[in-house]
């Protein structure tokens, strides 16, 4: 089992930052690929960022790509999400996700391939 909880959300002004922070606990975090979500009322759950088991590469939707970026701390179980030049379309239920890595390579971009998720941290964007 893995344990996820975000932090960092709030209110923030369009054109602001805000960086989310999700630590992980319950299985050794350098064999945890690792996912961001979003969702907002009345949408489905949409990817944001992940990430590899060490860091080496990163996946990015267009709609939130040079704006959001997505980093990991192996020593301390830990993955943020920087976001700049937030708008008001990024007003969502953040989720952090996690999975065990394979040695083949997987699908990062579909919130299907975690099997863990966190509780979720709200991100509201003011225009």
């Known amino acids: 089992q893995v344990q996820l909880v975000e932090s960092g959300g709030g209110l923030v002004q369009a054109g602001g930052s805000l960086r989310l922070s999700c630590a992980a606990s319950?299985?050794?975090?350098?064999?945890?690929?690792m996912g961001w979500f979003r969702q907002a009322p009345g949408k489905e759950r949409e990817f944001v960022a992940s990430?590899?088991?060490?860091?080496?590469?990163?996946y990015y939707p267009d709609s939130v790509k040079g704006r959001f970026i997505i980093s990991r701390d192996n020593a301390k179980n830990m993955v943020y999400l920087q976001m700049n030049s937030l708008k008001a379309e990024d007003t969502a239920v953040y989720y952090c996700?996690?999975?065990?890595?394979?040695?083949?390579?997987?699908?990062?971009?579909?919130?299907?391939?975690?099997?863990?998720w966190g509780q979720g941290t709200q991100v509201t964007v003011s225009s």
């Open positions: 996700a996690a999975d065990i890595a394979s040695p083949f390579g997987r699908v990062l971009t579909v919130a299907g391939a975690y099997a863990y």
């Open positions: 990430s590899t088991e060490n860091g080496g590469s990163t």
């Open positions: 319950g299985r050794t975090f350098s064999r945890l690929v």
